[in-house]
């Protein structure tokens, strides 16, 4: 695909999905990089519940340094995956409070040498919580990409790669949004919404997929 056929798919996304963002709820960078690492394997509605009271509870990074992991898995134990992320979730907050002096680092090798963060959950807090141009590739990011051609489906990080390289950084931030909003309104893993689809005419796989 080129660039101007790739451009052309964004303009129909940016009319399909205006002022996209991420459904996790945070007020601040440290929120949403607790969120970010809770939702592996669960729904942002999910999270949201939980780090409702959570953050309620405990609302700094100095908080979270109090606390031993087993304390924290009782208020994330909804969350799943809950021994891991809540380990995880206390020595990030102890190197946040002894590195950065409570605050989220904002580059992207400082975030991935916190633990449990990987590149999508710290390309997920440089978009969304600093404005920094990133691209999460997710499940959704990963599968409607390559269904629709904008990128070859090797590999998240391949993926990744070819979205920078097709899509302008100034987009970045949107186009990640657009992607998973694509994938959860048409494009579902299982069963897409082809006939129905707006992406239809730019679509190879939807094109074969309807015959
Ligand atoms: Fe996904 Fe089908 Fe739309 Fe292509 S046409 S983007 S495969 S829903």
Redesign the pocket.
Known sequence: MNKNEAAEILKLLDKMYPNPRTDLLFNNSFELLIAVMLSAQTTDKQVNRVTEKLFKKYPTPWDFINLTPEELEKDIKKCGLFRNKSRNIVTTANIIVQEYNGKVPDRLEQLLKLPGVGRKTASVVLANAFGIPAFPVDTHVYR?SY??GLAGGKNPLVTEKELKEIIPESLWNKAHHWLIA?GRT??SARR???QE?P??DY?K??KK?IL
């Open positions: 409607v269904r629709l694509h048409f494009c897409p919404q082809c689809c992406l239809l679509c796989n939807g997929n």
